[in-house]
């Protein structure tokens, strides 16, 4: 089997993984890269047929989870290429797609399960469902010509799933030949710790009780796992949580048990000036009906605003300024520390202006340095081979023979 990195050896974000057996190709992910000059079509790997649909031997691109530099060029591929991805994964893109860019939708799609082994071709894959950011996300195990690739994909051990990144540990796969690991976090500050999404519930809690006034909620819509964090400390002070739309909307399409549902939970649902335009533009005022009974408006919102913590983002700070919300208000920040600078309007200065507070909690979405040995132990892999990371060295503290790759060389496993 051969392995050939387009994109992803060399920096973090934009994976790409080329896999080919007996003159068969599948892809591992096939995502935008998060820096440089190349974007959208322009960005595409040089693979034969990936644009143009003329390659029988290109056989489906495999996507890890739901986050842009693993999926996003996947617009861009001949739409005969068949999609592989997490059922929930796949809902959770296509409902987002109502909304912006942050969705997608793929004509051949074709989904995968924990652990439950399928084919392509002559690649036997077996999905590990694993605890990251992005919902839905899985490492994968591949098999051909007698050899045995692990791809971690994104993963890390501190969150609210990691529970499955403890039985990879206690239950890993045999005989791996080569293991694809990523390493986001290698060549941070050592003295960094990892706090757990539980601690956070703690920290977050603690928070909301010392304000007077609204508590902003400033993450990433997509991230579930976040979202359950400030929904649970919210219960925790006796707050109400108000979600928008766009949120809500998730909720109700992943449609599972484990989520609260914003039609028969005590969530709130607000809709912002912007997404109405959006919606009276397009004419979906079927996304607004199945939450009109818990709809929550600006004047609710001004009276009742020490006791709701509500999702928020830099487009609906019109909104929260109209309401007259704002007096004694908080934003918590939860979101890599590196967003906030390069926000616009600058988030900072907003809070500045008004006189709202600004806190960051967060965790990463991403594994330890220390999880990352576990992995590496426990799997124990003839070569390991660096992806997502910009600090190749720190793979040699492992314990397994390192190989780094550049991006478009090909290895032979």
Sequence with gaps: MKILIHRGAEEIGGNCIELESQGKIILLDLGAPLSGSLSGKNAMPPIKGLVDGSNPDLLGIVISHPHMDHYGLV???????????????????????????????????????????????????????????????????????????????????????????????????????????????????????????????????????????????????????????????????????????????????????????????????????????????????????????????????????ADIVMTFRNSMMDDLVAADCLSGARVIYSLWPGYIERSSPNLHEWCSEHKVDFEIIHTSGHASKADLQHLVAAINPKTLIPIHTFAHNAYFDFGSPVKVIANGERFEV
């Excluded at 707050?239 to 028969?264: E, G, M, N, Q």
């Design 75 to 305: 617009g861009f591929a001949h739409p005969s290429i068949p999609v592989y991805i997490g059922e929930e994964a796949d809902k959770l893109l296509r409902a987002a797609m109502c909304f912006g860019s942050f969705g997608a939708e793929f004509p051949i799609t074709r989904h995968y399960r924990h652990r439950k082994p399928f084919e392509i071709g002559s690649f036997r894959i077996t999905p590990y469902l694993a605890d990251h950011s992005a919902f839905d996300a899985y490492s994968l195990l591949i098999e051909a010509d007698g050899k045995t690739i692990f791809y971690s994909g994104d993963l890390r051990g501190h969150g609210w799933k990691s529970d499955v990144f403890e039985a990879l540990l206690n239950s890993p796969p045999q005989n791996v030949d080569a293991m694809l690991l990523e390493g986001t976090t290698l060549g941070r500050d050592a003295s960094e710790t990892t706090a757990t999404e539980a601690e956070l519930v703690s920290r977050i809690a603690h928070s909301l009780t010392g304000t007077k006034g609204i508590v902003l909620a400033s993450f990433a819509g997509q991230n579930i796992d976040r979202l359950i964090t400030f929904y649970k400390a919210a219960l925790s002070a006796k707050r109400t949580f108000v979600v928008d739309l766009y949120i809500a909307h998730l909720l109700k399409a992943i449609d599972r048990k484990s989520l609260p549902d914003p039609t028969i939970s005590n969530l709130r649902v607000f809709l912002p000036k912007r997404m109405k335009s959006k919606i009276v533009r397009d004419k979906s005022f079927d996304l607004v009906a199945p939450f009109y009974p818990y709809r929550i408006y600006p004047e609710e919102i001004a009276r009742r605003k």
